[in-house]
T-cell receptor, first 120, second 111 residues
C-alpha cells in the first residue's frame, strides 16, 4: 500500500456520461498529480494541485476538470465521455510541488493503484 | 516542449546485465527519474539524478549526462521479477514544475 488511495478501482460507463475519480494523497503530502495511461501508452500528465491551488497543467482536455479540496483530497471530473477516454487514471502525490525534503531536492511521486475507466 | 525517447522493448537473460537508455529534450531540466511499472500496477520510484554521474542503489544504477540529454538505467543480476516497464521521467520547470514521462521500455527477462 503506497498510502495514496484512489476510488473507484474500476468503472464502466457509456459514451456521453460523466464520472468523478477520487484521490486521497499520502499523509503529509500537499501536492496531487493526475496522469492518464492508455493501453500500451506512456503516462500523460494532466494536471497538478498544491495545497488547493492549481500548480501546473498538461494536455488536459476541456471536457476534464479537477480540484483539490481543503482536506487535500482531489477529484478528477471527466464529462461527455468518448471511447478514447478509456484508460487507467493514476493519481500521485508528493510532499511539495517543487522539492522533497527526503531526497535532496527531488520531487518523488508516490502513485495510487489507479482507476480503470472503460467507456462503452 | 519536452521529448523523451527510450526503446520500446528489450529482452535479457536471468542473471545478466541490461542497460536501458533514455534521451530527452527539455527547456527547463530539473531532474531525471526512473520508475518501474509492472503490468496493470502503479509506477514505483527507482532512482533520481540531477547532477551528472552515476547513482548506485543495490542492483540498480542510473547515469545522467545533462550536456548530452542522456540517461541510462543499469540493472545487474537480473531476476525474473524484473520483467516490467521502466519509465524515464524528466522534471521540467517550464510553466510550472511537472514530471513528464517517456513511453517506457518493456523489459522481458527470460530464464
Amino acid at each position: 500500500d503506497s498510502g495514496v488511495t484512489q476510488t473507484p478501482k474500476h468503472l464502466i460507463t457509456a459514451t456521453g456520461q460523466r464520472v468523478t475519480l477520487r484521490c486521497s494523497p499520502r499523509s503529509g503530502d500537499l501536492s496531487v498529480y493526475w496522469y492518464q495511461q492508455s493501453l500500451d501508452q506512456g503516462l500523460q500528465f494532466l494536471i497538478q494541485y498544491y495545497n488547493g491551488e492549481e500548480r501546473a497543467k498538461g494536455n488536459i482536455l476541456e471536457r476534464f476538470s479537477a480540484q483539490q479540496f481543503p482536506d487535500l483530497h482531489s477529484e478528477l471530473n471527466l464529462s461527455s465521455l468518448e471511447l478514447g477516454d478509456s484508460a487507467l487514471y493514476f493519481c500521485a502525490s508528493s510532499v511539495s510541488g517543487d522539492r522533497d525534503r527526503g531526497l535532496g531536492g527531488a520531487n518523488v511521486l508516490t502513485f495510487g493503484a489507479g482507476s480503470r475507466l472503460t467507456v462503452l | 516542449g519536452q521529448n523523451i525517447d527510450q526503446p520500446t522493448e528489450m529482452t535479457a537473460t536471468e542473471g545478466a546485465i541490461v542497460q536501458i537508455n533514455c534521451t530527452y529534450q527539455t527547456s527547463g531540466f530539473n531532474g531525471l527519474f526512473w520508475y518501474q511499472q509492472h503490468a496493470g500496477e502503479a509506477p514505483t520510484f527507482l532512482s533520481y539524478n540531477v547532477l551528472d554521474g552515476l547513482e548506485e542503489k543495490g542492483r540498480f544504477s542510473s547515469f545522467l549526462s545533462r550536456s548530452k540529454g542522456y540517461s541510462y538505467l543499469l540493472l545487474k543480476e537480473l531476476q525474473m521479477k524484473d520483467s516490467a516497464s521502466y519509465l524515464c521521467a524528466v522534471r521540467d520547470n517550464t510553466g510550472g514544475f511537472k514530471t513528464i514521462f517517456g513511453a517506457g521500455t518493456r523489459l522481458f527477462v527470460k530464464a
